[in-house]
Each structure stands twice: as C-alpha cells, then as structure tokens.
Nanobody, 127 residues
C-alpha cells in the first residue's frame, strides 16, 4: 500500500512563488517499476470543480492545465519517491487546496486511476 504526504503550502502575495512536495511511502514491491509510477497534482476550491493541475509519467513526461502552463513545473526525484510542484508568478485564482495523487500501477498518466490521495495542503495567494 502506498501513502502520500504533501508539504510546502502557505500564503504568498500575487507574483510570488511556492514549491510543493509530495512524498510517497509504503510498499512499492507490487507497484509499477517499484515506485516509479504516474503521479500528479490537483487542486480544489470551494464551490468549484476540482482541477487536474499537472501530471508526470514514469519517464518524466509532464502535462499541465492551461491555467498554469508556463508558470508551474512538475518534477520528480525517484530516489526519494517524491514529486514537486514549483509554482511561480502565483495569482489569487491559484488559491486552493492542492492534493497529490498517484496511480501506483501505471507509468503513463493518460489513463490513470488516481488512488491514493494525500491529505492536501493549502495555498493562499493574496492580491
């Protein structure tokens, strides 16, 4: 079983930067490539639909939502079973709870079924 834990959220002013981390832990013996699997970042704001922010395949191929493309960068450190989300030029509309999720049994995210999920970390951007 794989568990995820996010960190790095906080409050910043518009135009600022934050870097989120998501560490995976648990038993990787039965997962895709012993821990090198599809992972992604999602965000949720009250009253709005959840948004898939960015995903990263096992080969580090990444995808981004149009709303963050060019400002956010997803990366991974497989030695530490950790992914990151570098968020630059933050805007008030980026305010949300950010969740990390994974599909431990796929390397490609295109047809991923994301489970498990982390507990979420709050990002607040003030104008």
């Amino acid at each position: 079983q794989v568990q995820l834990a996010e960190s790095g959220g906080g409050s910043v002013q518009s135009g600022g930067s934050l870097k989120l981390s998501c560490a995976a832990s648990g038993d990787f013996s039965s997962t895709f490539s012993a821990g090198r699997f599809c992972m992604g970042w999602f965000r949720q704001t009250p009253g709005k639909e959840g948004e898939r922010v960015a995903t990263i395949d096992s080969d580090s191929t990444s995808t981004y939502s149009e709303s963050v493309k060019g400002r956010f960068t997803i990366s991974r450190d497989d030695a530490k079973h950790t992914i990151f989300l570098q968020m630059n030029d933050l805007k008030p509309e980026d305010t949300a709870i950010y969740y990390c999720a994974a599909d431990p049994f796929r390397g490609r995210c295109v047809k991923a079924s994301f489970d498990p999920w982390g507990q979420g970390t709050q990002v607040t951007v003030s104008s």
